[in-house]
C-alpha cells in the first residue's frame, strides 16, 4: 500500500489468547475510500482484527495506526473518538429505547450535549441543539431505511431491522472507517442486497469499510481489495476475483 493513502495500518500485529494464536505477525494497509473485504474460514481471526482495530482487545505486539496516528492500546471509547465506527455479528441495539434514540445515541461522539438530557427532559424543553441532533438521527435512519420505525422499541425489530439500525447507529458518530462484522448475517436474499447497496452508499460518502462476511460472493461484489486470512494469518490479498480463486483461499473455504 502506498503511504499516505492507507487511512489504516496494523503492523506485525501478533495476538494470543493464552495458547491460541488468534493474530500472527499480521501486516493490513487499507486504502482510503476503499472497501475492503476480510475473509476465511470460522476461527481465523477476522472477528479478533476487528477487536483489535476498536480496542475491545490489546495486541500482544505489533502496532495499529489510524489516520496518522499510533491507537494502538487505546480504550474503545477514545478509538471511537478518533473516528472509527464498528457493528457487531450479534446486533447491540439498545431495546428498551427507541430506533430514533439509539441512533441519537450514536451521536454522543460528535456532540458536548449530554444525550441523555435530551430524553428525559423532553418535550419540557428542548434546545436548539437538541432538536438539531433529532433531525440528524432522523436523516440517519432515512439513510438506512428505518425512519418509518423511528418511534419503535429497537428490541421489538426483526433481526434485520436490527442489523440495520447497528449501522445508522455507527454512522451516527461520522466515522472515517465503519468495521461491519457480518452485517448480512441471517438475512434473506432480498435484505442482502439492500446491505450491499447500504455499503455502496456509505462507500460513496467516503467512508473507507472493512467488511468480514461469510458470503464470498457479497464481499467479491462489495470490495475494492480483499484480504483472506486463515489461522491467524494472512493467505492472499488482492483483487476480489483473484483472491476468490486463489488455489490456498478455495482449500481453506473448503477445509470448513
Ligand atoms: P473469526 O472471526 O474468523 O471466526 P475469531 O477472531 O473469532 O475468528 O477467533 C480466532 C481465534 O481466536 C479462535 O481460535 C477463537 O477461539 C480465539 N478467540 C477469539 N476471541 C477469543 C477470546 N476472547 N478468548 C479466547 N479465545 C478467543
Not at 173 to 180: I, R, W
Not at 207 to 234: M, Q
Request: aromatic share 8%; proline share 4%; net charge neutral.
Amino acid at each position: 500500500g502506498g503511504g499516505t493513502l492507507d487511512i489504516l495500518k496494523l503492523e506485525k500485529v501478533i495476538k494470543n489468547f493464552g495458547g491460541v494464536q488468534a493474530l500472527r505477525d499480521v501486516d493490513l494497509n487499507i486504502r482510503q475510500g476503499s472497501v475492503h473485504g476480510l475473509i476465511g474460514p470460522n476461527g481465523s481471526g477476522k472477528t479478533t482484527t476487528f477487536n483489535v482495530i476498536s480496542g475491545v482487545f490489546s495486541p500482544t505486539s505489533g502496532k495499529v495506526i489510524f489516520d496518522g496516528k499510533n491507537i494502538t492500546g487505546m480504550t474503545p471509547y477514545e478509538i471511537a473518538k478518533h473516528g472509527i465506527g464498528r457493528t457487531f455479528q450479534i446486533p447491540r441495539v439498545m431495546p428498551r429505547m427507541t430506533v430514533l434514540e439509539n441512533v441519537m445515541a450514536g451521536m454522543y461522539l460528535r456532540t458536548s450535549t449530554d444525550i441523555m438530557g435530551t430524553f428525559f427532559h423532553l418535550p419540557f424543553k428542548e434546545s436548539k441543539q437538541e432538536k438539531h441532533i433529532r433531525y440528524k438521527a432522523m436523516e440517519f435512519l432515512e439513510f438506512v431505511g428505518l425512519d418509518k420505525s423511528a418511534g419503535r422499541w429497537a428490541g421489538d425489530l426483526v433481526w434485520a431491522e436490527q442489523q440495520t439500525l447497528q449501522i445508522a447507529r455507527a454512522l451516527a458518530g461520522e466515522p472515517k472507517l465503519l468495521l461491519l462484522d457480518e452485517p448480512t448475517a441471517g438475512m434473506g436474499a432480498e435484505e442482502s442486497e439492500f446491505i450491499e447497496n447500504l455499503i455502496r452508499r456509505i462507500k460513496a460518502n467516503g467512508t473507507t469499510i472493512i467488511l468480514i462476511a461469510h458470503d464470498v460472493k457479497l464481499v467479491t461484489r462489495a470490495s475494492d481489495i480483499v484480504t483472506a486470512i486463515e489461522f491467524g494469518s494472512k493467505i492472499a490479498e488482492g483483487l476480489p476475483e483473484e483472491v476468490k480463486n486463489n488455489p490456498r483461499v478455495v482449500e481453506a473455504y473448503l477445509g470448513t
